[in-house]
């Protein structure tokens, strides 16, 4: 009898919490699953763990590759899984015992839905990283499949090995791609632009460890260029069936850093009406030919398509609560993307 869910954990040189991660799969209260680990050509003791676990519990399918790098190790731990559902696991996280039965639970009820994510305890220095953890307290925020559409040109919508999606979905909409991007952010792009619907349960059902070695932090595909990068074509491709003034926007945002992301958009043929900014020595500058404007100069919501392009703690939420206050809806006259 195949297992209903699957839990593919790709490994390289992941020995030092890997022992960890297993155990916490191994808790889980709903116990009708296979652990498929791929080991990625590691170097390091995680092949002597992963043998060891494999010959104590026949729920665990090891494979070994030799190293070809996390997206090309995950899509092979998929091919291999045989579960209706699909839980992606990292080598340095741990998963509370009741996620399994939460997030199938949650699928099993709900056929509407492809994936399923959930909050996430983020371990690691809040202090140093401030940053990842704004990111982990904002991405908590986020629930409905709504909210997850709506912000999904902000950052990625969900934490990647807190997800539970359902099988066919790579085969229909494809897999993880290797690239100069972030593999993981590149598939939640393509799969909601595809219709697939995505929700997140309010239980923090996985515990995110944050590691000096980890690739988020050590590797330039996950650099915040390369996240303005791999969102420009998906957005534009947005904006084009959902802004009815398309190809023309005002930018929300008229900085250095602004200017130089949303670039990326007009190569692609989006068109800057204008620009929004609260600086007064920007105001009246010309841009390209688009003047910099007040937040009380813009045009009535039905007349613009604003694009919120200010990263900044706190700015987001700023334009947000001002665009509203003029009758600016998410998704209808404005959509933020920092």
């Not at 990842?132 to 904002?138: D, S, Y």
């Not at 629930?143 to 709506?150: F, G, H, R, V």
Request: overall charge neutral; hydrophobic content about 35%.
């Amino acid at each position: 009898m195949e297992p209903r869910t699957s839990v593919v954990l790709p490994v390289y040189n992941g020995g030092q919490f890997l022992t960890e991660a297993i155990e916490s799969v191994l808790s889980q209260t709903d116990a009708d699953f296979e652990l498929v680990i791929v080991d990625d050509g590691s170097t390091d003791e995680s092949p002597d763990i992963i043998s060891r676990y494999a010959r104590a519990d026949r729920r665990i399918r090891p494979i070994r590759q030799s190293h070809a790098g996390v997206a090309r190790a995950a899509n092979r731990a998929i091919d291999e899984a045989r579960g209706a559902y699909i839980a992606r696991m990292d080598a340095d996280d741990l998963a509370r015992p009741e996620r399994i039965a939460k997030q199938a639970g949650y699928l099993d009820e709900h056929p509407e839905i492809g994936l399923v994510a959930s909050r996430v305890e983020y371990l690691g220095d809040r202090e140093r990283n401030r940053g990842l953890a704004a990111f982990v307290e904002w991405n908590n925020s986020i629930l409905t499949p709504a909210e997850l559409s709506l912000h999904r040109f902000v950052e990625s919508p969900v934490v990647q090995p807190s997800v539970m999606f359902r099988s066919e979905l790579p085969s229909l909409f494809g897999p993880y791609r290797d690239g100069p991007f972030p593999e993981d952010y590149e598939l939640w792009l393509r799969w909601l632009e595809h219709g697939v619907s995505m929700a997140k349960l309010p239980q923090t059902l996985l515990k995110w460890r944050e590691t000096p070695g980890r690739l988020t932090r050590t590797d330039e595909r996950y650099s915040v260029d390369a996240f303005y990068r791999t969102k420009a074509p998906y957005l534009f491709r947005w904006l084009a069936t959902h802004n009815p003034h398309h190809p023309n926007v005002i930018i929300w945002g008229a900085g250095r850093t602004s200017r130089e992301r949303q670039r990326m958009l007009t190569k692609l043929g989006i068109r800057v009406q204008a620009y929004v900014d609260i600086d007064p020595d920007k105001i009246g500058y010309r841009i390209g030919g688009a003047e910099v404007i007040w937040p009380q100069d813009l045009p009535s919501p039905s007349d613009c398509f604003v694009l919120g392009w200010v990263g900044s703690r706190g700015a987001r939420e700023d334009i947000e609560s001002r665009l509203q206050a003029r009758g600016f809806r998410p998704g209808q006259n404005y959509l933020s993307c920092a």
